[in-house]
């Protein structure tokens, strides 16, 4: 082989291996996201599509079976095609959908390695009850219902309109706060605990600390300069919303039942997590 053969051919993988490299890109968690966070073992890929086939099975038991946009697939009644135009144009429609990404839940990578409510409490209690093991890399999965910039003051101002549904006169319930920060060191784990335990006794006298079990948990995931938040229910009962610990505990226990309301959270102090879908 010549020389100017090799260095063709050099030429073609380096371009190959550029373009690829630019295709992998990934949605990176932004500020306004909502989704949920999901923990595993280290196993990301299989992580990932574990976390598809669950959220996937569960979403059409609460929101049915997901369904294409008519204005995508449909084919107007007045259009007078032959049956094999239809046909070849609805093809066409739903595989553009498809590309689109026009699906339910999507991937987003969280920045962090490793790494909403209504569903995700779905999921635990029904795992909880038939104690049947459908994941096996997936650890820990939290509803994150808001993000916001993860600087003190602005986390302050978010909270003070985020924790009404669950604790504004006239709600109220117990409650404790789970934080756990990742790559990230202006935010003290401390101070951020004080001042949303601040807002929610501010916002009712009534709202107590429970740090045995709680009614509501409110969890504050930081990672890089995004806080992710949630209020979630059964914090304790579910073994910290992990999946794994769940499917081991003892049958003879209870789930509580959820609210007639979307209104179902719980709090806590410490706990891992790293990778979002939503």
């Not at 996201?33 to 959220?55: D, F, S």
Request: charged share 35%.
């Amino acid at each position: 082989m010549s020389s100017e053969e090799q260095k063709g051919k050099k030429r073609c993988k380096a371009q190959f291996c550029g373009n690829t490299k630019r295709q992998k890109r990934h949605r990176e968690l932004e500020v306004g996201m909502q989704g949920i966070l999901i923990t595993c073992n280290m196993n990301e890929r299989k992580c990932v599509g574990e976390a598809y086939n669950l959220l996937n099975e569960y979403g059409d038991q609460v929101y049915g079976p997901e369904k294409l946009n008519e204005t995508d697939i449909g084919l107007s009644e007045s259009e007078e095609e032959d049956a094999e135009a239809a046909l070849k144009k609805e093809v066409d429609q739903i595989r553009t959908s498809v590309e689109k990404n026009l699906r339910r839940f999507q991937s987003v990578e969280s920045g962090a390695n490793n790494v909403p409510e209504k569903l995700v409490h779905h999921i635990l209690k029904d795992v909880y009850t038939t104690k049947k093991k459908n994941t096996r890399v997936i650890l820990r999965m939290l509803p994150v219902s808001a993000t916001c910039k993860a600087f003190p003051e602005d986390l302050k101002k978010y909270a003070e309109k985020f924790l009404e549904p669950w604790f504004k006169v006239p709600n109220k319930g117990t409650f404790q706060i789970a934080y756990k920060a990742r790559n990230n060191n202006h935010m003290n784990r401390d101070d951020i605990i004080k001042d949303l335990a601040g807002i929610v006794s501010s916002l009712n006298a009534e709202n107590k600390v429970d740090l045995s079990n709680p009614e509501y948990t409110v969890i504050v995931e930081i990672i890089k300069n995004i806080c992710c938040l949630s209020v979630v229910k059964d914090y304790t009962l579910f073994r910290k919303y992990n999946l794994q610990e769940v499917i081991k505990s003892n049958r003879e226990e209870k789930p509580q039942q959820p609210k007639k309301e979307d209104n179902e959270e719980n709090y806590e102090t410490t706990d891992n997590q790293n990778t979002l879908k939503g």
